[in-house]
C-alpha cells in the first residue's frame, strides 16, 4: 500500500510561483505513472499534469501548459510539481496521485485513474 503525503502549497500572489512535493512510502515510485490533480471551490476533480513511468511522456491539462512542470526523484521516492506565473484561478486543493497500470498518460489524467491519492494541499492565489 503506497502513501502519498503533498506538502509546500501555501498562499501566493498572481504572478508568483510556488513548489509543491510529494513524498512517497510503503513504495518505489520509479514503478508508478504518477500526476498532479486539483480541485477548486465548487468544482470537479481535474488533472493538471501526469507523467508516465519508465518512458517519461507526460500530459498537461491545457489551462497550465507553459506554466506548470512536473519532475520526479526516485532516488528519494518524489515528485513535485514547479507552479509559475500563477493565476488566481489556479486556487484549489492539490492532490498528488500514483498509478500502477495506465493505458496512457493522457486516459490517467483526464479519467483520474488513480489507485493512490494523498490527502491534499491548498494552494491560494490572491493579492
Known amino acids: 500500500q503506497v502513501q502519498l503525503v503533498e506538502s509546500g502549497g501555501n498562499l501566493v500572489q498572481p504572478g508568483g510561483s510556488l513548489r509543491l512535493s510529494c513524498s512517497a512510502s510503503?513504495?518505489?515510485?520509479?514503478?508508478?505513472?504518477v500526476g498532479w490533480f486539483r480541485q477548486g471551490p465548487g468544482k470537479e476533480r481535474e488533472g493538471v499534469l501526469c507523467i508516465k513511468a519508465h518512458d517519461g511522456s507526460t500530459y498537461y491539462a491545457d489551462s497550465v501548459r507553459g506554466r506548470f512542470s512536473i519532475s520526479r526523484d526516485n532516488a528519494t521516492n518524489t515528485f513535485s510539481l514547479l507552479m509559475n506565473s500563477l493565476k488566481p484561478e489556479d486556487t484549489s486543493i492539490y492532490y498528488c496521485?500514483?498509478?500502477?497500470?495506465?493505458?496512457?498518460?493522457?486516459?490517467?489524467?483526464?479519467?483520474?485513474?488513480?489507485?493512490?491519492w494523498g490527502r491534499g494541499t491548498q494552494v491560494t492565489v490572491s493579492s
Open positions: 496521485a500514483a498509478a500502477a497500470w495506465i493505458p496512457s498518460i493522457q486516459f490517467m489524467c483526464m479519467h483520474k485513474l488513480v489507485a493512490y
Open positions: 510503503g513504495g518505489t515510485l520509479d514503478r508508478y505513472s
